[in-house]
């Protein structure tokens, strides 16, 4: 039917109606919000290219899942940032490391809140590449070894879910194998499946102190124009026992979102990453958007293209005014 007899104006003429017919409803439910945890104490040391996000000693982490949960999001996700970087990263296995404290602390006293930890090395390194180098790149095989104590140490300290990011082929079955034989076959794995090499993490390296030292992540992490990739990777890590697979970055695609939706059955989640919320921030600091509403109809879209969980900067804010 064509018009005049269709018209679909007359479903949006007030803000009733639209509710009415209103396709997608972003939730706190939806949410998960990343911290990045460092050592020392009352540390709360602001992000330059992140305005809003902090690296927090263990109290002021705790302090912040506080209100994260009661704003009602579900889940955090840890980023350690380590006392000393080696060659190894072997702070990153240390049962008293940043992130191991304070996975004990918010488990203590915000037991509703479930923890969740990136698993990679580049926190954690000296070159602050993503695993074990020899010669001048990545060694596969050695690095799955050290996700493997990583991880074990995280669900030690009592992290409800594990979530690799390096990108090294083989490590959901490695850190899967890991976690059964040590009686851990509760705990899930979030897998960041289809993880690219994106300009859109440079904000991330400043908050992290991850930035690699020489060279760039292009021989681990996907090659952006790759689709048909990313759906193989994910194929793969859900072979592997992944639990969750994860499209990263979100908006730039979108459309792989959409794609893992509709070719695999599980839970997709989606990383709407520091160059995403960066970008945003920035042009709403400076007067250029209405960033409130710029910032819900991004992750409304993420969520429209397919993402059950969107990992995002904006987790407790956007949560706390969705109440
Ligand atoms: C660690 C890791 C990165 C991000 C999440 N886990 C950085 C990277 O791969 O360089 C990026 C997150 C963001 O940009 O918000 N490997």
């Known amino acids: 039917m064509a018009f ?3 018209r679909p104006r007359r479903l949006r003429r007030n803000e009733t109606l639209r509710r009415m017919v209103r396709e997608t409803r972003l939730t ?5 919000q990343p911290y990045f945890v ?3 104490r009352g540390v709360n040391r602001q992000v330059g290219a992140m305005p809003g996000v902090a690296q927090m000693s263990v109290e002021n982490a705790l302090r912040a899942a506080r209100e994260t949960h009661a704003a009602g999001v579900p889940a955090i996700i840890l980023f350690g940032i380590p006392q000393y970087k080696d060659a190894q990263g072997s702070e990153a296995w240390d049962d008293n490391g940043p992130v191991q404290r304070a996975i004990r602390e918010i488990k203590e006293h915000v037991p509703g809140l479930a923890v969740i930890t990136d698993v990679c090395m580049c926190e954690y390194t000296d070159h602050g590449h993503c695993g074990v180098i020899v010669g001048n790149d990545v060694d596969n095989d050695a690095t799955l070894e050290l996700l493997v104590r990583e991880a074990l140490s995280h669900v030690r300290a009592g992290a409800d879910m594990v979530a690799p990011s390096d990108m090294m082929d083989g490590r959901v079955a490695a850190i899967r194998a890991a976690l059964d034989n040590e009686n851990f076959s509760h ?6 499946s289809a993880k690219f090499a994106s ?3 440079g904000p991330f390296r400043e908050a992290a102190e991850s930035a690699p030292q020489f060279g760039d992540r292009r021989s681990y992490q996907m090659d952006p124009p790759n689709g048909d990739e990313a759906m193989r990777e994910i194929a793969l890590d859900l072979d592997e026992g992944a639990d969750i697979v994860m499209v990263k970055p979100a908006l730039p695609y979108l459309d792989l979102i959409y794609r893992a939706k509709h070719e695999f059955n599980v839970p997709i989640a989606a990383y709407n990453v520091s160059g995403e919320y960066s970008m945003i921030r920035a042009a709403g600091i400076n007067g250029w958007l209405d960033e409130e509403r ?5 992750l409304t879209a993420i969520k429209r293209a397919g993402a059950d969980l969107i990992l995002t900067y904006f987790a407790t804010q956007v949560a706390q005014r969705l109440r």
């Open 199 to 201: 300009a859109f993490y």
């Open 294 to 298: 710029a910032t819900m109809e991004m």
């Open 4 to 6: 005049p007899i269709s």
């Open 38 to 40: 460092c050592p020392g």
């Open 28 to 32: 706190p439910d939806d949410l998960i």
């Open 187 to 192: 705990i899930p794995i979030l897998a960041y």
